[in-house]
């Protein structure tokens, strides 16, 4: 993890920050000088407490609690993420229903609240944590497959929106990474399947990516650090692959 001032003097909030690559996010901006508001029905307290920001315990699928976030922060990261795994003739509607509320709605209300104090001082950084289900799909995924594809979508007309104003827009589209939402999905497929956890990894979780490991955390928030400095401030728009090589095959 670098650790440096590059962000010093912005402020950043970080959704789904209490675990994973959410986490990984609110330590690296932390490392880097921001200060950080992390917003996350579980985990938050502690993750703030971490790097000195602010816990919010908000269910981003409630737009009321949503409306009380902070909306002048320089950097929105949209990264509150849940999985659910069922082929589409069983898949509960709720459960689609509450996935794009989460991954699709929570995403287009804070990017509308927190736009006003960007455009204000001429300078913002969106990152969408979106995946490689994003922009390739795979099955039983429909909720999580919809949603992300959604949220490139509107990462790009943010990105459009907001070029005149300084505030750029992109997505980050992580393979898998080690974190307790693919955890969770190895240990349940594992059970399912009667096989080790081992073996679902390499022949399930990354057979279509060259690279056989899970991506770390940490590897995934330097990039969206990256993604909020001022080097990055032509890149926008964008989806960056961080996926062993997952969409190149
Ligand atoms: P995680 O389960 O470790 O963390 C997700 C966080 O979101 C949790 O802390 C959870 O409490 C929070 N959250 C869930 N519902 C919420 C709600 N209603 N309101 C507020 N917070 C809520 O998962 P992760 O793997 O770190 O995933 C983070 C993001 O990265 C997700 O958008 C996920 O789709 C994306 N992603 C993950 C992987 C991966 O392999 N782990 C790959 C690609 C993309």
Not at 73 to 79: F, M, P, S, T
Not at 111 to 122: D, K, S
Not at 188 to 199: L, M, S
């Amino acid at each position: 993890m670098t650790s440096d001032s590059s962000l010093a003097g912005r402020t950043a909030l970080v959704t789904g920050g209490g675990s994973g690559i959410g986490l990984a996010c609110v330590r690296a901006f932390g490392a880097a000088g921001a200060k950080v508001h992390v917003v996350d029905v579980a985990g938050a307290e502690a993750a703030a407490a971490e790097v000195g920001g602010q816990a919010h315990v908000v269910d981003l699928t409630d737009p009321a609690a949503l409306a009380t976030l902070p909306a002048d922060v320089d950097v929105l990261v949209n990264n509150a993420g849940v999985q659910h795994v069922a082929p589409l003739p069983e898949f509960p509607a709720e459960r689609f229903a509450f996935i794009q509320s989460l991954m699709v709605t929570a995403p287009f209300l804070l990017i509308r609240q927190c736009l006003p104090a960007m455009y204000a001082r001429g300078w913002g950084r969106i990152v969408n944590m979106s995946s490689v289900h994003g922009v390739r799909a795979s099955p039983y995924k429909a909720a999580y497959v919809t949603a992300k594809h959604a949220l490139e979508g509107l990462s790009k007309v943010a990105a459009l929106e907001g070029a005149e104003h300084g505030v750029t827009s992109n997505c980050v589209n992580p393979g898998y990474v080690r974190t307790p939402l693919v955890t969770g999905q190895l240990a349940a497929q594992a059970a399912e399947h009667g096989v080790p956890p081992e073996e679902v990894l390499e022949q399930v979780l990354l057979r279509r990516a060259a690279i056989k490991r899970l991506i770390e955390p940490s590897d995934v928030a330097e990039l969206v650090v990256w993604l909020c400095g001022e080097s990055a401030g032509h890149v926008t728009g964008a989806s960056l692959p961080v996926d062993g090589g997952w969409t190149a095959g």
